[in-house]
């Protein structure tokens, strides 16, 4: 059988991949509307907490804001666009029409299953150019408390080491490797559990083994004092690594990039296993787009006039609700170790494609 005769007439693949595609996006819509005017409604008051900031802010956080919930919700707008979609056409009799010329169940599908699969492309493409940027540059104003927004989106915030007993807070981190630049320095000299001084540094650059940190000024708790240093020389057991690898969010990075960081965290030593697991997930989220008419698919067949139509939908939501729990399941155990990173990102949706062919082929092939 050639590829071309696995699918309805030209006319109506074009009719169903049209159709799902509206209800689709247009069910995402509604989603992202109601979602993001709750999640302002909680936001809001901490971003208008920070003097300044106001109605532009506010735009500005939605507009990062967004993209996340668009990547989160379009399998659930997928899925219910697949039982709306399938559920018309059922309700029409469209569906038995296609059967009574010959057609297939997968047939029947196969033009909902090819949009999808274009979606899910739309999907990876979007989380990658959009998605992780906005990501990354949120969680960077969150950590500034929705101050001045960081210029490199490709900066680290808010990041803490140690060295020994003593503690390091630094505001931003720019660069990589030997070239990495600090700013906003605080070094907390402790002698076992008892605070000995306070360093504060505005700018640092690596120097040897250590740190030259300019503008430099240092606290003595015992005696109370505050000196002046200007240009000190700090750390020098803290290695460049440690600023740029101390968290890696996954979130706010490609797919090239969480790879890349993921092998410098090898070469230093560090576990890898719930990023690796990360990294496979954003190539099998996106595709669970794939999955959802094929879990829906329940909602289709069946005689309309029988009155089971809707408990028919239900069973599809049901099918595509629980692999999402399953999903966030084996990540949770990915991140704990339980799961080798593969399985985690790949076993629900192996899983529910063979439960959904087990019950596409006993209903009705």
Known sequence: MSAASFFPSRTVTLYMGKMFLVRTFAILAALVLVLQALDLLSESGRILAYAG??????LRYVSLRTPEIIARFLPFAVLLGTIITLSTLNQNSEVVSMKAAGLSAHQVLAPLIVTALGVAVVSF???ERVVARATATLDQWQRVDYGPLPVDRGDRANVWVREGNNLMN???????GDAVRIAGITLYVRDGGTLRSVLSATTGRREGQGWRVEGAKRFDVAAGRLENLGSAHIGDGISPDQFTLASVDADGLSFSA???????????GR???ALEGALWHKLSGPLSSVLMPLLGAVAAFGVARSGKLFVRAVIGMGLGFAYFVADN???AMGNLGAYPPFLAAWAPFLLFFLIGEAVLIRTEE
């Open 271 to 273: 576990p890898t296993k």
């Open 170 to 176: 630094v505001r931003q981190v720019a660069g990589r």
């Open 53 to 58: 900031n106001g109605q532009g802010e506010v």
């Open 125 to 127: 493409t979007f989380n």
């Open 258 to 268: 969480l790879a890349s960081a993921i092998d410098e965290l090898e070469t230093a």
């Open 329 to 331: 399941f084996a990540l």
